[in-house]
């Protein structure tokens, strides 16, 4: 497994940050919330990763890449994140889940329906991902586990049509 890390250069225009991230979204609001910067000027590049496993959808590295950044304009910062590996593990991994997509799409390929089903247990640390996810997206369209259940299964529902 790798460590976690991100690069990132921020400008009081602009935030870029290149990282192996699980999810693009969190990290991109985390972008924005730490530069202070809206989303449209700021870019997430997912880089290839290396052994992932559901630690990298947590996206605090990103936050403290650009934080560290943000006291630098003009120069990218390189953060890897040092930490015991038995540390890393118990901090990091997310409980199962299992997805079931179904999609409907006309004669061209486009896709014209979308619904996602997604069961499992709640990991709290998720929570945030689903909140920038709906923060993003409105509320219909990428949900979230419920708040205040915790070791019970969720399962969340999203449909698309265009």
């Not at 799409?105 to 945030?128: K, Q």
Request: aromatic share 4%.
């Amino acid at each position: 497994m790798e460590p976690m890390n991100a690069t990132a250069l921020y400008t009081p225009t602009s935030c870029e940050v290149w990282g192996p991230t699980q999810n693009g979204e969190a990290a991109l609001a985390a972008a924005s919330e730490a530069s202070g910067l809206p989303i449209a000027q700021c870019d997430v590049h997912k880089v290839h990763l290396g052994g992932g496993f559901g630690r990298r959808g947590r996206i605090d590295y990103v936050t403290q890449a650009v934080a560290i950044a943000k006291q630098m304009p003009g120069t990218p910062i390189k953060l890897i994140v040092v930490a015991r590996r038995g540390h890393d593990a118990l901090r990091s991994y997310h409980p199962v889940t299992q997805c079931k997509l179904t999609a409907g799409i006309d004669a061209d390929g486009n896709v014209v329906g979308f619904h996602m089903r997604i069961s499992g247990a709640v990991d709290p640390g998720l929570a945030r991902t689903a909140e920038h996810a709906r923060a993003r997206h409105g509320p219909d369209r990428v949900p979230g586990p419920p708040r205040r259940r915790r070791r019970r299964a969720s399962s969340a529902t999203t449909s698309r049509t265009s």
